[in-house]
């Protein structure tokens, strides 16, 4: 029984690449014609495959409908949360975890810091979207007019001297963000606190949800917080995988070994020069 389980779920990835006869079938799977029309005859009374009026077989509606049905199921937060937990013993830094949900940016899952100095943020609660790294690394995956109508609509609140400014400097930091793959916050929002985040990307490549860690520089410097940044984005790698299933597709081009400090310091001698 489990032989033929293994052959009939052998015949979709096989049509996945495009119709195909009943010959090319039992070729490819290695059996007489006899045992291959059995399996697509089970295949397609169950809706898995399709045989077209030119006798060749294909993907059927009801499986695209059952995958389209898994996907909307799938709870990011349920698959994230024992990584945000591993990733929080090992930096002991607080993580989180946020989506993109009607023009908002909220987090959904925290993870506590080790150290008594705790963040005021709350699961639920939007965060600073002009700012934050999670909120960058989201909209920086939004199709480019998409992001230019957001960018332009939005208010940029000077919650402190390195917050971001207006539109045309927003837009800007999301390009390089969606080219860099990562994202930072030193002091954009509490002129304390620094946060590095990664991006949580689903089985097409766009990113569904974004994870960061987030500590006070009383607590550890932007630099030493940005090293963190490897670990961060493992875990953002394995949370993908987990996700959708396998290998998702990266948009990052830069290697996390390859990151070079932007630090509080560094931005706003760019800023004023």
Same mark, same amino acid.
């Given at each position: 029984m489990s032989q033929t389980v293994d052959r009939a779920l052998s015949i979709l990835p096989l049509l996945a690449e495009g119709p195909a006869n009943l010959e090319q079938v039992a070729t490819r799977l290695g059996v007489h014609k006899s045992t291959a029309l059995r +399996? +697509? *005859?089970?295949? @397609? $009374? @169950?809706?898995? /495959? =399709? *045989?077209? !009026?030119? !006798?060749? =077989? *294909?993907l059927g509606a009801r499986l695209f409908a059952l995958a389209q049905e898994a996907v909307e199921n799938l709870d990011v937060r349920e698959i994230a949360h024992p990584h945000l937990v591993a990733l929080n013993e090992r930096c002991g830094h607080t993580v989180h975890l946020a989506v993109y949900e009607e023009n908002e940016v909220l987090y959904i899952d925290k993870v506590e810091s080790r150290y008594p100095v705790r963040m005021y943020s709350r699961i639920g609660k939007p965060v600073a979207i002009t700012v934050a790294a999670v909120a960058k690394l989201l909209l920086a995956d939004l199709p480019e007019a998409e992001r230019r109508t957001l960018a332009e609509r939005l208010s940029y609140p000077a919650y402190t001297s390195r917050s971001t400014p207006? %539109? #045309? #400097?927003? +837009?800007?930091?999301?390009?390089? /963000? *969606?080219? !860099?793959?990562? %994202?930072?916050?030193?002091?954009?929002? $509490? $002129?304390s606190i620094n946060c590095v985040g990664a991006p949580i990307r689903g089985a097409d490549g766009r990113v569904v949800a974004a994870c960061s860690v987030s500590a006070p520089n009383v607590v550890v410097s932007a630099e030493e917080l940005l090293s963190l940044l490897p670990l961060v984005r493992r875990t953002a790698e394995e949370i993908s995988r987990e996700y959708s299933g396998g290998a998702p597709v990266s948009h990052a081009s830069q290697n996390p070994s390859q990151v070079t400090a932007e630090t509080p310091d560094k931005k706003a001698e760019e800023t004023s020069s």
């Open positions: +399996l +697509l *005859r089970t295949l @397609h $009374e @169950h809706g898995m /495959v =399709y *045989r077209q !009026q030119d !006798q060749r =077989y *294909r207006n %539109a #045309a #400097a927003f +837009l800007k930091e999301l390009a390089t /963000v *969606r080219d !860099q793959g990562w %994202a930072t916050d030193f002091g954009g929002h $509490e $002129e």
